[in-house]
């Protein structure tokens, strides 16, 4: 592969002082326009943000009171609030993250301190990042298939698998691109004081990457307490008050979907609502994680 | 004291030592359990898709993938309008991000003063950060009825007048429907391709850069003669990577899509795609009918199109995934 570098830059100066003066008008006035439509995508960019940010402060907070953390969702007309879809959401990206986090540490360990170089990791580190990006809905029809179906009906449990899954290359991208942050020269001194490899990884090195792990850890949080798709092939919904994982198990995110797709007006009033809670808390774990970074360097 | 002494004979121990022998064997295969298990997770919604979508695949024959049918009362069932619907917004929506995307990314690395350049690219990530459902009811109650009332009835006045692309931007202003999925799939994939453009325009050696101003180029000239080529082939691979997340994108494609299972010549008309009909009708489906297997099947022939387009993406993005 060759690169030309350079091949479009225009020559310097013609002889014709008035022919390159000309020219370079032209140049310096490409170069402005272009400028200027580059801070325009930015600032459209930005427009974009402000306006999901200020739709979902505005409508959200109509809804939004006391009353949304202490009722379960009910009959259109009837008063009802988000108490069971908040408290399955919780439970299921808490527990999703607690199974997909270690099983996410441990190959992205493996990938970082045993198998660098190895086609085999490479091969794990492609799947990886293919899991990363694969349609999270796909992974919702694969969980029906394996726990849904054969144990014959929709619940919890199934949603706190989709949601392990959706974690796992999370942390497995963030753990792996910590550790290799970690110079060697730390590594040989260990070894050199005489410490088993297992001892170095997990008070060396883990303990090295701490603030980065933890950044991947909030990121998945925040990645699967948004997560609709999955859910709704999983742990379906549920209106009545539950927090038995083997039954249906209703979240934040399908109850925003069914309520904003009704036609009741205080049904979508209390979807904006959810949605200005998930989009708050989802954006609030990304700044933290920030922070969490930030704060090692 | 005796592990002392063995270490302070011996040359540079490794793992081979007798204290830390087991311990270092149980890690080192939790570890490669773990990445064993990642393998198979993949294989396991490969297979599991391709057979329980296998029905679909035997009732219609290859035929299935192309043909426009979805007849639930007749039981006869085509891939052909989603997988039409999918690839057109998803393509569409990399036609509306890149520009906007390489405008973002040409402001952060070359023209942001540095103070500005964190806490912008910091709000452009957020927008990757905001989930799906968002987006599909923003794109709902904001973007569609500003398409319906505003956007639509111009575009629809101006350029479907014009000969050879009119017919695209005709119809009824419905506010839902096929170009506004797009534009909603633009403004989620944009921050992913942003950010990697952003990273890699980031690698490009200052000496390179700095020639060129030294002979003269203006800001715009060093972006096209110098940092484009040398990083095309990593910003190609960012605009793959965006398109596989399109590829696959599930609510807020359905918010806005319009549902309708044809394929309308107009953008403006409504369209569903793989991942919104599968959303939609799943629930209406029973395990074990003809229907089910279908909107499994489709499940496989989505994850078969996105496995393809994120691995041409990895591997474009390999020499970046390197440094």
């Known amino acids: 592969m060759s690169i030309t570098i350079g091949a479009g830059i225009h020559p310097g100066p013609r002889k014709d002082l008035k022919v390159a003066a000309a020219l370079g008008r032209r140049r310096r006035r490409v170069d402005a326009i272009v400028r200027i439509l580059g801070l325009v995508a930015m600032l459209v960019g930005l427009a974009f943000l402000a306006s999901i940010l200020l739709t979902l402060a505005y409508r959200g907070s109509e809804a939004m009171g006391l009353s949304i953390f202490t009722r379960v969702t009910a009959p259109p007309g009837s008063e009802g609030g988000l108490l069971n879809p908040i408290v399955g959401s919780l439970m299921q990206a808490a527990l999703g993250t607690a199974i997909g986090t270690p099983v996410g540490m441990l190959v992205g360990t493996y990938l970082a301190e045993y198998a660098r170089g190895s086609r085999f990791g490479d091969l794990v580190r492609f799947v990886s990042d293919i899991l990363l990006s694969a349609p999270s809905i796909l992974i919702g029809l694969f969980v029906y298939t394996i726990l849904v179906m054969p144990f014959g009906g929709f619940s919890g449990w199934a949603g706190v698998a989709a949601l392990a899954i959706i974690v796992i290359p999370v942390v497995v991208r963030t753990t792996e691109d910590m550790l290799s942050l970690i110079p060697n020269t730390l590594r040989e001194a260990v070894i050199g004081l005489g410490a088993p490899k297992w001892k170095m990884i997990v008070f060396v090195c883990w303990k090295s990457a701490m603030s980065g792990i933890i950044t991947g850890i909030l990121l998945a949080v925040a990645r699967v307490a948004g997560e609709t798709a999955p859910l709704l092939f999983t742990s379906l919904g549920n209106n009545a008050w539950s927090v038995d994982l083997t039954r249906p198990m209703a979240s934040l995110p399908v109850t925003i979907y069914a309520y904003a797709g009704s036609p009741f007006e205080d049904w979508i009033a209390l979807a904006w609502a959810g949605a200005l809670l998930i989009t708050l808390g989802v954006l609030g774990l990304n700044i933290l994680a920030r922070s969490v970074l930030r704060g090692r360097k | ?323």
């Open chain 2, 1 to 323: 004291m005796s592990q002392a002494a063995t270490a302070a004979t011996h040359p540079p121990a490794t793992t081979r030592r007798s204290g830390g022998n087991v311990g270092d064997v149980l890690f080192e295969w939790a570890c490669r359990g773990a990445a064993v298990l990642v393998l198979l997770l993949l294989g396991a919604i490969i297979v599991e898709l391709f057979l329980a979508g296998l029905p679909a695949f035997r009732a219609f024959g290859l035929p299935f993938v192309w043909s426009t049918d979805w007849d639930p009362v007749q039981e006869v069932f085509g891939a052909g309008v989603s997988i039409y619907g999918t690839v057109v917004t998803a393509v569409l929506a990399i036609v509306l991000a890149v520009p906007l995307a390489f405008g973002i990314a040409f402001y952060l690395t070359e023209l942001a003063p540095p103070w500005l350049r964190r806490p912008v690219g910091t709000a452009i990530e957020l927008l990757a950060a905001v989930p799906s459902i968002i987006y599909g009811m923003w794109g709902f109650f904001v973007i569609a009825p500003a398409f319906a009332h505003y956007i639509q009835p111009t575009i629809i006045d101006t350029v479907g007048e014009l000969p050879l692309v009119g017919f695209l931007f005709q119809g009824a202003p419905f506010g839902t429907g096929i170009f506004t999925a797009s534009f909603i799939l633009a403004i989620m994939i944009l921050p992913f391709i942003a950010a990697t453009m952003r990273d890699v325009f980031e690698q490009v050696p200052p000496v390179y850069k700095e020639s060129a101003y030294g002979l003269g180029a203006t800001t715009w000239e060093v972006m096209r003669s110098v940092v484009l080529p040398y990083t095309r082939v990593s910003v190609v691979g960012g605009i793959m990577l965006g398109l596989g997340r399109a590829l696959g994108e599930t609510m807020a494609v359905t918010f806005v899509i319009g549902n309708a299972n044809r394929i309308s010549t107009s953008l403006f008309g409504p369209g569903n795609t793989i991942a919104s009909l599968v959303a939609l009708e799943f629930g209406e489906s029973e395990a074990g009918s003809l229907k089910f297997a279908s909107l499994l099947a489709l499940g496989f022939i989505l994850f078969v199109l996105s496995f393809l387009v994120l691995a041409a993406s990895r591997y474009l993005l390999r020499s970046r995934l390197k440094a």
